[in-house]
């Protein structure tokens, strides 16, 4: 029996999201918000450059949640929108419905989240007897399930360092990627990401479900920004970014415990394909495409977790979210971390659902 899925969000995620749900034999979907009143009333396939499916965007959320659908697949863009996004939960929990989602931060750890919002959340779940589960940040289940994962051969630990190692050349949002990240920037400039406590707020969740695992306290967060330029104008997807303009931008947020860091979330993102093309031996993967997520392991022994994607593809945001949905349909009520949903992983496998492609 397939599970009956709502869909929220058609941005770079949402649309990969939606189109591998589908793809999927063992889901179906049943309804599709959209925030954009232009695209309501088309059909989802249309929104996304497939077939027809059937099913039509509409951006009235109390139709979908008279659905009663197994699990709500959340998308949605969240910045500048936290509690709003969030919020959105709340009344297919109450119906019954499951939500995965890969926005709000806040719910990436129960002990440090608004306890208003924890409170709100909780009596949802209860009311429906539904589960809600947020695949965390950067993206969910590298920097904390696979992190987590990832100790299971470490003797002593010193310091975990969760990093992505990005190529955002084809990205095509410029605000975000100039205000936000500082891509195209003057040096010395300060994004929106590094100040205000913006990157605490979204990052701390993940730190904190990585020194719950390590049993240590933190103490005190740091942050770290730096960029990095090249002498020739680069073409992106956002516009152009000059020479001498930022072209690398790292930033990472350092978990400290007795005055050290104990476990560091991590980017260095960059514009050119080979981080050799700027002067500074900047990270970038170890593997051949373009994209990475990496977990390093500094103690005894010291050891390095890379996973290795090609440039463009999203489903390493998406897929933890749609594959949890099957252990979150069967898990307990209440708002779950990466240690109270049992393991999950795909079921759509060639050998068992028809030929190869």
Known sequence: MAYRVVHCGTGYAGATALRLILARPDLELVGHYVSTPAKAGKDSGELIGVEPTGVFATNDWAELVD???????????SVAREREAMEDLVPFLERGTNAVSISGWQLGHRATMPPDLLETIDAACTAGGSSCFFTCIDPGWATSDLAIAALAPANRVDCIRVMELGWFANYTAEFASREYFGFGKEPGFQPELVTGGFIEEMWAPTLHRLADVLGVEIEEFKVVYETDSVDHDIETGFGTVKAGTAAVVRFELQALSKGRPFAIVEHVDRLPRDAREVGKPWKQPYGPEYHAYRIEVDGDPSFT?????????????????????????AAPPGLLGPLELSRYWTSNVTARVGPWP
Do not use: H, K, R
């Open 67 to 77: 659905l009663e659908a197994d699990c709500l697949t959340y998308f949605a863009d």
């Open 305 to 329: 977790v890379e996973m290795n994607f090609g440039a463009g593809s999203g489903s390493f945001i998406s897929m933890p979210a749609i594959n949890a949905i099957p252990a979150l349909c």
